[in-house]
C-alpha cells in the first residue's frame, strides 16, 4: 500500500525495531585467556586468591583481572568474588629515585673525598642542599668555615648506613609491614612514600566452579531451536529489575471507557438503548413536553444555548402540542396547570439540548402512539449542553446517563429497588435518598452515595416519577407510571480494573 | 435552588430545640444562647434537612464570606455570627424566609399545628388600588394588601426585606413577572393609583436618596448600580413606565425598578402596604400570598391580614390577597400505590397534616380530604400529594423493591456500531479523544480553507465565548486541537474519534441532524498516507465491505479539498455513494492549528454501513 506515498516505501512496518530491550541482555560476554588462566589458578589453589596478587604475578594490569572477574561472575556460580579493599603503601617518584640511588645525604657523604671539598662547590650538585644539612644533622660530615678559599667541608666518620635507602627498598619489595609506624610515618612526611588503598577482589571457587567456561548466549534464535544447541549453551541471565517495552498500542478514552460500562450495566439490567443522535432539539420536546412551563429559569438566555440557524423548529406534531399547551395553561388530566399564557413561538425555539430527558420524552411520546401500551426500560448516554463560561468545574457540554422505566403501578419503592440495583452494580452499596424538586418528576429524589473518602453523603443522582402532566398528554394510559433517573458521566470515574 | 441565610442562633431558638445552650454576652449587643456543642447540633439539624427535603448547603458567617469575597481587610468588624445557608427546593416559596422554614419544621415535627391564615376586612375604608388602562401595554396586573400592627425587630425587618430579594430573584424571574413593593401605610392616603407614563413625566425621591430625580435620569444614575442595573432592561425601551401614586400624588414605587422614599418602612413601621405588579396575574397573587402570610405572624392579630381593593381598568374590582384554601380529594389507595407503601387512610392523612396539608378521611374511609393552604402553592397535582405524604413517611423508609417489568435490551444500532469500531480503532494503535461538539466558526471554516457559509453549520445565537458559535460539522479540528494541546508528546501521534457532527437539514423536524463520523490523524515527521490509507482498509474489512468498484465494495479516487494538499487527497466510496475523504492536510491548515509536522487524516460517515 505504500505505492501511493512516494518515498514512504518503507513505513514503520517493524515496529519497536531498534528500541531497546531492557531487561535482556545485549552483547555476549568477553571473556579470554585471563579468565581461563584465573580459573586454572583458582583449581588449583587452595581457598581462594587476591585479584591483585594474580595481576603481579600475570605481569598484567589489575584492572584486566578485574574484568575476567566480572564476566565470570555474571556466568552465575561458577566463582564466588568478594570485594576487599587493602592498604598499601607506595614509593613517590623522588622515593623511587632514593631507592635506586641512595637518599641525599648519602650522595653528599659520598661525594666528599677524604681532602675535603669546597661548601659552594657541594651546594651545585643535584642532592647538595637538601644533603647537606641532613648529612649535618647525621654528623656525617662537618664544614671548616676557616679555610682560606671559603667554607670547606670533610667527612667526620669514615663510612655510615644509608637507612632511608634501605627501609625504601623493603617497601619498594612488598616488606614495608617491616618498619616501625614511626620510620614510615617520617618517610611519608618526607614525601617519599604514599599510602595508597587498593580494591581487589578475592575470588573462590564458586557452587558450579568449572574451568570450561563456554561463551554466554543473550538469546534464543530459531537456529538454536532447529539445531538443539540451546540444550548446551548457557545463557545470559536476564535483569529483572528493569522496566519493560509498552506495548505499542491505542488506547481508548478514560470517560468512554465509563460509559462503555454504564451502557453495559443497562444492557444488563434489560434496559433498550434510545436514540439521542440529535444535539438540536425544539424547547417543546426539550421543556414544554416535560411541563416545564416557559418562564422556567432554565428556559433562560444565560442557561440554555439557543440557535440562531436553524432559529425556530419547522415541524411539531400539533395535536400534541394542544394538549401541551392546554395543560400548562389551563391544567387538566386532573392538574391546576401553571395559569400563564403559553405561546408556541417559545415552544419552536431551537437549542442544544440541555439534558437527553428530551429524546426520553421523544420515546415516550413514541411509546404512547404505540397501541396497546406495552411496558419498557429505556436508557440512554449522550452530550447535552449548557450556556456555561469553561473552568475547572464547568463544561459547556457534558454527558447525561438516563434510565426510564415504564409500567403498570410502578412506585416509589420500585424506582428506589432499581437504583439500588443499578448503584450496586457500580460498586456502590450505601444509598440513601433525599426528597428533592425537579419540574418534571413528583415525587423526585436525589439519590446520595456515602463517600468513603470524603467522609460524607455526595449526590450521585436524580430521580423521580413523570409528572401525570407530562405522560398523560402524550396518551400514556392513566394507570402506567414512569420512573426515571439521570446522572452526570463526568462524575464518574473510571473503574479500575473490570469488575467479575 | 435558591439559598436562604438564617441565623443559627435565630432558628434554632425559633425552632425550641433543647440543645444544651450556654448564654452568650457580648458587650453592647444583647445577651443571646448559644448551643453548648455546636458541632452536635450542626449535624441534628442536617439530618432534618435531608429528610424534609432541604440541604444544609454551608455552615458560615457574613465575616466569613466577606472575607472570602474581598479579602479578610474587607471582614474586619463584620458579624460572626454563625449563619446557616440552606438550600430550598425551588418551588417552595414558604421556605424562602426564617418564619417559613420554621412554620414548615414545626409542624413537620407536630410541635405545631399550621396556622390559618385570615383575609379580614378594615375596620374603616378598605386601600384601593386602581390600576389605569396605560399599564397594559407595560405591566397589566397588580395586587396589594395590608399588615396592619405589625411589629418589626431588626432581625424580622432584615428578614422582610430579604424574603421579597428571594421571591425577586425566583418566582418573579428578576422581577419580570412580578415586583413587589413595601410601604409605610401610614405616610400615605390612599387610594392608590397604578398607572404609566412617559419617563420625563415621573419626579420622585427614590429610596436612600436625597433629592428628587425625573425617571430618566434614575435610569441613567441606575446604570452604574450593581443592584439595580440587571433590572433596568425591563422597562427601559418603553414609551412609558409603571409607577403608583398616592391621592396626593406621592410616589410609591416606580416598579420593578425602585420605591420612593416616602413611604419607606422603618423599624417603626406599624401599617405595611404591599403592592405586587407584574405581566404574570398568578405569580403576582402567589408573591402577594407568600409576603403576607409569612409577616402576618408579626401581626397583632397573628396570621390575618387586611384586604385591599384593586379596580382594573375594565372597572373589575377584586380583594387581594386571595389567600384561599383549595380541597383536593386523594384516594388512600392511590398515595399507597405511587409509593409503594400500606398506610391506613388516616395515617396517610395524619402524614399529610405534618407537611402542612390538613388532611381528614371522609366519605368511605379511603378518601383523604386535603386543605391546601396558600402557602402551598406548588401543589397542583395529586402527584405533589402523593410526594408530600412519601417525604412525611420517610423516603429512606420505604420497602425498596423491583418492579416486574420484563424486557429485552436492545442497543441502539448506531451506537452498537461505534462501540464495535472504537475498540477495532484502538487496537489497530490509535487513541481515542473526546472533543467538543462546539467550537468557534474559525475552527471548521477559515482554519480549513472554508467559507462558513459553505459548512451548512448551525450557529448557536447566545454563546458566552467564541468557543462556542457553531456545533461541529467536521471531527477533524477537535482532534487536531487535541494533536495541538499534546505536541510534547512523542511522535507519531495517532488519533481517532467516533462521535456526532451537526448540519442542518430541513427535512428533519428541527432544521438539522447529526451524522456519526469516524475520524483518525496521523501525524509524524512524514505524512504517512499510508498508514491512514492503511487504516481505512482495516476498517472497511471490519465492516465486511471488500475492496473494488463493484456493488458494495469501496474504492478511493483523486479528488481535492481545501483542507488537503494537492494532489495528496482522495474521495472514499463505498456502497455506492461519497462517505468521506481522506489525505494529506494542507500546510496551511497544518499552520493554523499551531502545528509543525506533517499530517494525514480521514474523515468518513459510518451511517451508510448500518
Known amino acids: 500500500m505504500a505505492a501511493h506515498a512516494p518515498g514512504a516505501g518503507s513505513g514503520s512496518g517493524c515496529s519497536g525495531a531498534g528500541r531497546d530491550t531492557p531487561s535482556a541482555p545485549g552483547a555476549a560476554m568477553a571473556d579470554g585467556p585471563v579468565a581461563d588462566v584465573l580459573l586454572r ?304 413561538d417559545e415552544a419552536r425555539k431551537n437549542l442544544l439540548r440541555t439534558h437527553t430527558t428530551a429524546a426520553s420524552a421523544r420515546a415516550l411520546y413514541r411509546l404512547a402512539r404505540k397501541k396497546p401500551f406495552t411496558p419498557i426500560k429505556y436508557f440512554s448516554i449522550d452530550r447535552v449542553f449548557r450556556n456555561e463560561t469553561l473552568d475547572a468545574t464547568h463544561l459547556a457540554e457534558f454527558h447525561q446517563i438516563e434510565g426510564v422505566v415504564a409500567d403498570h403501578g410502578l412506585t416509589l419503592g420500585h424506582l428506589m429497588g432499581v437504583l439500588r440495583e443499578f448503584f450496586t452494580k457500580l460498586g456502590i452499596t450505601q444509598l440513601r435518598f433525599k426528597p428533592a424538586y425537579n419540574p418534571y418528576t413528583e415525587p423526585s429524589m436525589e439519590v446520595f452515595s456515602y463517600h468513603q473518602g470524603l467522609k460524607k453523603w455526595v449526590e450521585v443522582g436524580n430521580s423521580g416519577l413523570f409528572r401525570p402532566e407530562m405522560l398523560l398528554p402524550m396518551g400514556l394510559p392513566e394507570n402506567v407510571s414512569v420512573i426515571a433517573w439521570g446522572l452526570s458521566l463526568e462524575r464518574q470515574r473510571e473503574p479500575p480494573v473490570p469488575r467479575p | 435552588m435558591p439559598t436562604v441565610s438564617v441565623k443559627r442562633d435565630l432558628l434554632f431558638k425559633a425552632l425550641g430545640r433543647t440543645y444544651i445552650h450556654t448564654k452568650v454576652s457580648t458587650p453592647g449587643s444583647r445577651d443571646h444562647w448559644r448551643p453548648l456543642f455546636p458541632a452536635l447540633a450542626d449535624e441534628e439539624f442536617d439530618e432534618l434537612c435531608f429528610e424534609f427535603g432541604l440541604e444544609l448547603d454551608e455552615i458560615t458567617s457574613e465575616k466569613e464570606i466577606i472575607s472570602k469575597e474581598q479579602g479578610d481587610k474587607k471582614a474586619e468588624g463584620a458579624s460572626d455570627v454563625v449563619l446557616y445557608k440552606i438550600d430550598v427546593p425551588a418551588n417552595r416559596y414558604d421556605l424562602l424566609c426564617l418564619e417559613g422554614l420554621v412554620r414548615g419544621l414545626q409542624v413537620f415535627k407536630e410541635r405545631i399545628k399550621a396556622p390559618l391564615y385570615k383575609r379580614v376586612m378594615p375596620n374603616g375604608e378598605i386601600q384601593k388600588l386602581i390600576i389605569t388602562e396605560e399599564t397594559a401595554k407595560i405591566r397589566p396586573y397588580a395586587v396589594a394588601a395590608v399588615l396592619r400592627n405589625i411589629k418589626f425587630t431588626k432581625d424580622r425587618y432584615d428578614s422582610f426585606i430579604e424574603l421579597q430579594e428571594k421571591l425577586h430573584q425566583n418566582i418573579c424571574r428578576k422581577r419580570a ?18 398607572t404609566a407614563k412617559r419617563p420625563s413625566d415621573i419626579k420622585f425621591k427614590p429610596l436612600s436618596k436625597t433629592k428628587e430625580y425625573t425617571a430618566c435620569e434614575l435610569m441613567n444614575i441606575y446604570k452604574t448600580d450593581n443592584h439595580l442595573k440587571h433590572y433596568l432592561h425591563i422597562i427601559e425601551n418603553k414609551p412609558l413606565y409603571p409607577v403608583i401614586y398616592d391621592s396626593n400624588g406621592v410616589v410609591l414605587s416606580m416598579p420593578p425598578i425602585i420605591n420612593g422614599n416616602h413611604s419607606k418602612i422603618t423599624l417603626n413601621t406599624r401599617n405595611v402596604f404591599i403592592e405586587c405588579t407584574g405581566t404574570d396575574f398568578t405569580k403576582a397573587k402567589i408573591v402577594l400570598d407568600i409576603i403576607v402570610t409569612m409577616f402576618s405572624e408579626y401581626c397583632e392579630n397573628q396570621f390575618t391580614v387586611e384586604a385591599a381593593e384593586v379596580v382594573f381598568p375594565n372597572g373589575k374590582s377584586y380583594t387581594f390577597p386571595e389567600l384561599a384554601y383549595r ?99 484502538a487496537a489497530a494503535g490509535f487513541t481515542e479523544a473526546l472533543t467538543f461538539a462546539l467550537c ?33 460539522t467536521t471531527l477533524l479540528p477537535g482532534l ?129 454501513f448500518l
Open chain 1, 41 to 344: 589458578r583458582l583449581e588449583a589453589a587452595d581457598g581462594g586468591l587476591d585479584s591483585a596478587e594474580l595481576a603481579a604475578e600475570l605481569g598484567v594490569e589489575h584492572q584486566a583481572v578485574v574484568g575476567a572477574v566480572k564476566s565470570l561472575q555474571a556466568l552465575g556460580e561458577i566463582i564466588e568474588a568478594e570485594l576487599r579493599s587493602t592498604k598499601r603503601w607506595e614509593l613517590t617518584a623522588e622515593g623511587e629515585e632514593i631507592a635506586r640511588e641512595g637518599s641525599h645525604e648519602a650522595r653528599v657523604f659520598r661525594s666528599v673525598p677524604p681532602e675535603g671539598l669546597a661548601q659552594s662547590e657541594l651546594m651545585r650538585l643535584p642532592s647538595g642542599k637538601v644533603g647537606f644539612s641532613k648529612a649535618m644533622s647525621n654528623k656525617w660530615i662537618r664544614v671548616d668555615k676557616s679555610a682560606a678559599d671559603g667554607p670547606r667541608v670533610f667527612r667526620v666518620v669514615d663510612s655510615m648506613e644509608d637507612d632511608v635507602q634501605r627501609r625504601l627498598q623493603l617497601v619498594r619489595g612488598g616488606q614495608a609491614e617491616k618498619l616501625a609506624e614511626k620510620e614510615r610515618s617520617e618517610l611519608r612526611k618526607r614525601k617519599l612514600l604514599t599510602e595508597v588503598t587498593l580494591k581487589t577482589y578475592w575470588v573462590s571457587k564458586g557452587s558450579a566452579f568449572s574451568t570450561s567456561v563456554s561463551k554466554q548466549e543473550a538469546e534464543l534464535s530459531p537456529e538454536m531451536i532447529s539445531s538443539g544447541s540451546w540444550r548446551d549453551r548457557p545463557f545470559k541471565p536476564y535483569n529483572f529489575s528493569a522496566r519493560g517495552v509498552l506495548p505499542d498500542s491505542g488506547h481508548l478514552h478514560p470517560l468512554l471507557k465509563v460509559r462503555t460500562q454504564f451502557r453495559q450495566i443497562f444492557l444488563e439490567m434489560g434496559f433498550t438503548e434510545m436514540p439521542t443522535d440529535n444535539f438540536i432539539e425544539s424547547s417543546f420536546w426539550n421543556f414544554d413536553a416535560l411541563f416545564q412551563p416557559q418562564q422556567h429559569p432554565a428556559r433562560d438566555q444565560h442557561d440554555t444555548f439557543f440557535l440562531q440557524d436553524p432559529a425556530e423548529a419547522l415541524q411539531l406534531p400539533m395535536d400534541y402540542v394542544h394538549r401541551v399547551k392546554r395543560t400548562h395553561s389551563q391544567g387538566g388530566y386532573g392538574s391546576q396547570g401553571y395559569k400563564y399564557t403559553w405561546k408556541l
Open chain 2, 440 to 472: 468557534s466558526q474559525e475552527d471548521i471554516a477559515d482554519k480549513l480553507g472554508v467559507d462558513i457559509s459553505a459548512t451548512k453549520a448551525v450557529h448557536i445565537s447566545n454563546p458566552k465565548t467564541a468557543e462556542f458559535q457553531v456545533a461541529r
Open chain 2, 327 to 425: 380541597k383536593e380529594m386523594v384516594r388512600a389507595d392511590l398515595i399507597n400505590k405511587k409509593v409503594g407503601i400500606r398506610e391506613t387512610p388516616e395515617n396517610l392523612a395524619k402524614l399529610l397534616t405534618r407537611m402542612c396539608l390538613k388532611s381528614e378521611v371522609i366519605g368511605d374511609g379511603n378518601q383523604i380530604e386535603i386543605e391546601i393552604p396558600p402557602t402551598r402553592a406548588d401543589i397542583i397535582h395529586a402527584c405533589d400529594i402523593v410526594e408530600d405524604a412519601a417525604i412525611a413517611y420517610g423516603y429512606n423508609n420505604i420497602q425498596m423493591t423491583l418492579p416486574k417489568t420484563y424486557t429485552i435490551a436492545n442497543q441502539f444500532p448506531l451506537n452498537k456500531l461505534t462501540e464495535l469500531l472504537r475498540h477495532d480503532m
Open chain 2, 177 to 194: 413577572l412580578v415586583a413587589i413593593g413595601a410601604h409605610d401605610l401610614d405616610s400615605l392616603s390612599g387610594p392608590f393609583t397604578f
Open chain 2, 480 to 608: 487536531l486541537k487535541t494533536i495541538a494541546a499534546n505536541r510534547k508528546m512523542p511522535l507519531p501521534l495517532k488519533l481517532f474519534e467516533i462521535s456526532d457532527i451537526v448540519v442542518k437539514d430541513s427535512s428533519r423536524d428541527v432544521g438539522a441532524r447529526n451524522y456519526r463520523h469516524l475520524c483518525a490523524v496521523y501525524y509524524n515527521k512524514n505524512p504517512g498516507f499510508e498508514i491512514i490509507h492503511g487504516l481505512l482498509d482495516r476498517i472497511m474489512q471490519l465492516l465486511d465491505v471488500p475492496p473494488g468498484e463493484k456493488k458494495g465494495g469501496y474504492v478511493i479516487k483523486a479528488s481535492e479539498g481545501p483542507a488537503f494538499f494537492p494532489g495528496r487527497c482522495a474521495e472514499v466510496f463505498a456502497r455506492g455513494q461519497s462517505i468521506g475523504k481522506l489525505g494529506v492536510l494542507h500546510p496551511d491548515v497544518i499552520t493554523k492549528f499551531e502545528l509543525t509536522m506533517p499530517c494525514s487524516s480521514l474523515e468518513i460517515n459510518i451511517e451508510p
